[in-house]
């Protein structure tokens, strides 16, 4: 049957939503336009496709191998962290994939975990801008650093709890220079603005702000970066997620008795709720 040539076409109008991400097929699927099976499978690791689904390009065979390290070194899946510690607790409840969902809900910010790698992109990149071609005028960049350091009260990237370096951004700063990478524009501005947070603010810098100096240089935007960075650092969560989900402590689910107390009137009880009298049955 065919459509009348006269007949209003219904969608005609509405906005057309388009996608470079993937399409179904038959005998293959596609996936920012390359075949999953004939020109990915084999060639791509989990690395790579996470960051074509960040960035929409396929990244080097040296990129996915930092990537992958650098989701080693990002593991930190202690339950005490206050993310995971919220992962653990509705993981109590038994559900694994709620728990692992409903602990990303509070890291798109600034204050704590992957996401605050935003923030650490947007002073690098800033500082990068403002000194252009004269990165290798040492004069030059010492007062652009220190006209940022005025400027800006709060460092996120800067500042390392409980201890006096960072051990991950150690590993990092390691495997940077095993590749050679510590002549790349990011990575010297970082490391020398290290050094000025540290004698002016007594602030040393933390995995964030070498990890968003590592993606920036390896090509990755200002909101590509903690997108890059959470999604490396997922198996924190699932290994939360899945332990919690089998534990199921019932303790996390309410509190023990005797930690609270409470202070008000005695509780009533409905006249419909007390039994009756037996006379009343006749």
Not at 119 to 138: M, N, P
Not at 252 to 269: I, M
């Amino acid at each position: 049957m065919t459509t009348p040539k006269d007949e209003r076409d219904p969608f005609a109008g509405l906005p057309v939503v388009t996608t470079r991400v993937a399409r179904a097929g038959y005998d293959d699927h596609r996936y920012f336009g390359y075949g999953a099976l004939a020109d990915l499978r084999g060639q791509e690791n989990y690395a790579g496709v996470m960051a074509m689904a960040v960035c929409g390009r396929r990244v080097s065979e040296e990129d996915r191998r930092m990537l992958d390290d650098l989701s080693v070194i990002m593991s930190a899946a202690d339950p005490r962290i206050w993310p995971l510690k919220l992962c653990r607790l509705l993981a109590s409840y038994g559900g694994t994939l709620a728990s692992f969902a409903g602990a990303q809900l509070c890291l798109e910010g600034e204050l704590i975990g992957p996401w605050t790698t935003r923030s650490a992109a947007e002073t690098l990149v800033e500082l990068r801008t403002a000194i252009g071609e004269r990165l290798d005028d040492e004069t030059f960049v010492a007062e652009e650093m220190m006209a940022l350091l005025a400027r800006k009260k709060r460092l996120i990237g800067y500042g390392v709890p409980f201890r006096d370096r960072d051990e991950r951004l150690d590993a990092v700063r390691e495997e940077v220079v095993k590749r050679g990478w510590h002549t790349r524009p990011f990575w010297r501005l970082q490391e020398r603005f290290s050094m000025l947070t540290r004698s002016e603010r007594n602030l040393g810098p933390n995995l964030g702000t070498g990890v968003s100096a590592l993606l920036l240089d390896m090509g990755f935007t200002i909101d590509e970066v903690p997108a890059v960075t959470i999604f490396m650092n997922q198996n924190c969560f699932v290994a939360t997620a899945v332990e919690g989900a089998r534990q199921r402590p019932a303790i996390l689910r309410s509190l023990p008795p005797h930690t609270a107390t409470y202070v008000g009137r005695p509780p009533r009880t409905s006249a419909l709720a007390r039994p009756r009298d037996r006379r009343e049955d006749g």
